[in-house]
Structures are given as C-alpha cells and as structure tokens.
C-alpha cells in the first residue's frame, strides 16, 4: 500500500524559507523507471497548483513561475523528499500536498493528505 | 507554457442525469509519435486531496466508476459523469503533463 505524508511547519514568517518533508511508505525513492513525486499546493478556497517534481532518477522540473525560489530533493536514507521555498508571502498560505507521479504517465495516482502552511508575522 | 481553462465554473445537475465540464489547452497536448494525450482529470471533496479519475485523456483509473469518462484530443476535452451521484459533489480538475505540468481552475459540481 502506497502511503505519503507531508511534514513541516504549520507557521512560517514572511521572507522565510519553508521547508517540508513528504515521507513515503510502500515505494523508494531509489526506484527505477519514470515515476516519482510531485509537489502541489491550493490556497484556502481555491484551485490547485503545480510546483514541481522530482523523478526517481533524480531528474527535476519546476512551475517557472516559481523556479528560482523552489528546490525539491530526496533523501535515500530516509525515504523522503524534500520541498524548500525560499522568501514565502502571505498570499501564499495554502495547504501543500505531495503525491506520487505515476511511471510513463504525468497523472499523480496517490496523494498526501496535505499540511496547511499560514504565512503571516 | 500551457494555459489550462474549464468550463462551465460550476454546474448543478439532477440526479441521475448527466454532468458534462470541459477543458481547453492553449496548445496541443496530443504527442504524435505515441498519439496519446497528456492530459488528466481528478475529482476533489471537501477536506481531501484530489482523487484522479482518468489519465491519458480517456483512461479510466483503477476502481473510478464507468459512468466517469474522458474524451477528447488536442486541445479540447471533456470530462462526462453519465449518470450524477450524490457522491460526485465535488470540484473537478484536468491538468496537462505535457512537459511541464499545470491543473485547469477547477469546475464545482452539484445537486439541482
């Protein structure tokens, strides 16, 4: 059974940097083929975003709206990955999911249950 | 990059009858060399992630009922509930993986 979980904290300040983990459970980071995990965020009351994803071979691709500020790695030793977003705002207080990216297909086929991030002083 | 639209924003339809959202790409997401469509749907209940529906345009995910389908190619598709369910309440999603990836605004669905 496929699990993933977000972590993190729950309050950032504006310009600082969020960093959230996303464990997973049922699958490895260190799989072959196309799969991997996605990044997703959706403000409170409003659509999705897509912020990027990192594969399992270790390949990444980012929203280019927000490419310079989002970093997404994985740790082989833990079995997570890793979302950092440097200088957040407050208009980006929204709940962020990670999800598995299913192999040859770009859909995401299992979600985490999100964290709501609030960005506020 | 890809612009994603739907529509209607939001539709409200008897139960038992159909439910029809589409959704428009600002270029082609159908890849010639396999003919597929990079596109998906997913559905979102209050307080849970996104459940996807279908993917490659018209593929069923596992355990999604058969009165869910997806149709389409290129730039347009459709998104059909045949037969709405009280359970189908929901804000339903396409997003393109055609390269990069992005999710359409969202249609809300409900009861008449």
């Known amino acids: 059974q496929i699990t993933l979980k977000e972590s993190g904290p729950t309050l950032v300040k504006p310009t600082q940097t969020l960093t959230l983990t996303c464990t997973l459970s049922?699958?490895?980071?260190?799989?072959?083929?196309?799969?991997?995990v996605g990044w997703i965020r959706q403000p409170p009351g409003k659509g999705l975003e897509w912020l990027g994803n990192?594969?399992?071979?270790?390949?990444?691709t980012y929203n280019s709206s927000l490419k310079s500020r989002v970093t997404i790695t994985k740790d082989t030793s833990k079995n997570h990955v890793v979302l950092t977003m440097t200088n957040m705002d407050p208009v980006e207080t929204a709940t962020y999911y990670c999800?598995?990216?299913?192999?040859?297909?770009?859909?995401?086929?299992?979600w985490g249950q999100g964290i709501l991030v609030t960005v506020s002083s | 990059d890809i612009v994603m639209t739907q529509s209607p924003d939001s539709l409200a339809v008897s139960l038992g009858e159909r439910a029809t959202i589409n959704c428009k790409t600002s270029?082609?997401?159908?890849?010639?060399?396999?003919?597929?469509?990079?596109l998906g749907w997913y559905q979102q209940k209050p307080g849970q992630p996104p459940k996807l529906l279908i993917y490659?345009?018209?593929t069923r995910e596992s355990g999604v009922p058969d009165r869910f389908s997806g149709s389409g190619s290129g730039t347009d598709f459709t998104l059909t509930i045949s037969s709405l369910q009280a359970e189908d309440v929901a804000v339903y999603y396409c997003?393109?993986?055609?390269?990069?990836?992005?999710f359409g605004p969202g249609t809300k669905v409900d009861i008449k």
């Open positions: 999800a598995h990216r299913m192999s040859d297909v770009g859909t995401y086929d299992h």
């Open positions: 997003q393109h993986y055609f390269g990069t990836f992005a």
């Open positions: 270029q082609s997401v159908l890849y010639t060399s396999n003919n597929k469509n990079y």
């Open positions: 490659w345009a018209s």
């Open positions: 990192i594969y399992w071979d270790d390949a990444k």
């Open positions: 049922g699958l490895s980071v260190s799989s072959s083929g196309a799969g991997g």
